[in-house]
């Protein structure tokens, strides 16, 4: 037949099976357990902290007394599931009791277990909300205030909200809050995904590592967006532990911060790829051909040269802002420049790139088919390297480089397929005069040789007016224009005089009082002989040559 017990720990009368005396109970109401006597005190089996005398704690909904108070032993009880978490008793008025423990809050009420202590809280035990994740409970006299730190679980998404749980524990004690549940105090596993997506970032820096060309440039690929795909995952776990904010607003958030990341991924996928469509270029005009990732810009120089002007035509393509380039130039030279020794020409153009970027230059012996030519390493102390390769064919010097600064070095496999892309067509490399080949004589290459004006342009100074003893002002048409001219006044003595055409130069072939008025020896020779010709009785004509005077 039935027996009745008393709790050890809350005094309530309990009904149990007679084969249950001197056997260990649980107490339905407050979950203490003891041995089950009839006669006797029960025997209490653990440390478990008891309510203050005359403490009766309500049943849980659900449950059943009959009129003398009694709880059935088979009566239904409102449950839910276990919540654990770690707890740190910071402070105890006994001094007694301090350090992590083991919590756990079920339908009985709030437990802490340590190695060498436990207490039980029974629902209706008073309780605080000391704010943030901290809360006190007070008991018999006893004063203990406690910190949730949540599950010691280095996983985010299983990790509890602190603060939630300590407040609703408050509740759930003081009877104010019927049940817990652990999903309210848990990261969403919806939420949990989201926060998770930025790292299919890092799999994208691999996956550029892999398929891509590899070299230095996809081992900076592959770090930049591991570093960007972890810290964006780390922005969104934070989002996710914002316990205050709404639901709505966090996953708004991580949804944000994955849909920027993938969307920089996405520009970078489609700029490397139209950078990575090598395509054949080759400048109009030029003779040549040359494979580039994109479209160069013509960029019209002139530079001195050894015989006077030159004009460079430079295609350049401008990578990752202005930290990469690679370039195509050509020049064409004078036709008495390549009587030169061609080593000159290359040290000419070499020097001329260094002092143009403050570099220095170190050089070797190239080949492209039967052309010689040569490689320059122009090093720019600080900012970074130019490599160019220079042929000279025929009249003409091409020039094919790349350029990368220290923080952003041309990939070194992008220099090869440039370089060995570049082409020169045959008709350019039998042009006359090609490196080895001696000229003939001054007269026969001015045969061929028509001079280019650079600048067509006139002062507008007027003819000085000469001592009419002396010289007297003549006017003659000429291609380039009616011209003026200084001649020697008739002797008017009927006689056949030598004649001299005495031609001016240095500046712009203008005349000028220098012709009649001395100057010393040391400053103007040319002068000088030319009154000794005039003081003989010669006839002087001196014409100035270019149309710059009225």
Partial sequence: MPLNVTCAHCQKRLKVSDNATGKKVRCPICGGTFVASAGEAPLVLNEAVSPRPGHRPPPLPGARTGQ????????????????????????????????????KLDPVGLHLRQKDAAFDFPVGTPARYLGNNGLSIEIEGRKLELAIFGQQSNVFWQRLYVRRLAGDAVRFLSGKKKTLLLRDYAVPRYLALLALLPLGLIFAGVGALVAGRGGSQGVLTCGFWGVVGGALTGLCVWFCQREKWATGLRAGACLGVSILGYGTLAMALLLSRAESDWQEFAPPGAGCSVLMPGIPVLQEQTVPGPDGPLRISLYMLQRRGKDQALLIAYNDYPLEVLQQDPEDI?????????????????????????????????????????????????????????????????????????????????????????????LGSLAEARKGFQTKLIRKESAGVPVPQPPPDLFRVIRYDSPAGNLASLLSPDPKDGKKHPAIIWITGGDCNTIDDSIWNMRP?????????????????????????ARRQR
């Fill in 68 to 103: 003398s108070g009694e709880t059935e032993e088979n009566t239904p009880l409102r449950t839910f599931a276990p919540i654990e978490f770690a707890v740190s008793v910071l402070r105890d008025t006994q001094g007694s009791q301090k350090g992590i423990f083991q919590g």
């Fill in 521 to 545: 020896a040391n400053v103007d020779q040319t002068f000088q002989a030319a009154n000794t010709f005039r003081n003989a009785g010669i006839v002087h004509d001196v014409p100035h040559a």
């Fill in 346 to 438: 290359y040290n000419a153009a070499q020097q001329a790139a260094a002092m143009n970027v403050k570099g220095r230059v170190k050089n070797q012996k190239i080949s492209l088919g039967s052309i010689p030519g040569r490689q320059a390493e122009i090093t720019i102390p600080g900012k970074g390297l130019m490599v160019v390769r220079y042929y000279l064919a025929g009249n003409r010097l091409y020039q094919v480089g790349a350029v990368g600064s220290l923080n952003y070095p041309t990939p070194a496999e992008d220099v090869k397929r440039l370089f060995d892309s570049f082409k020169i067509q045959r008709s350019q490399e039998q042009t006359p005069g090609v490196l080895g080949k001696k």
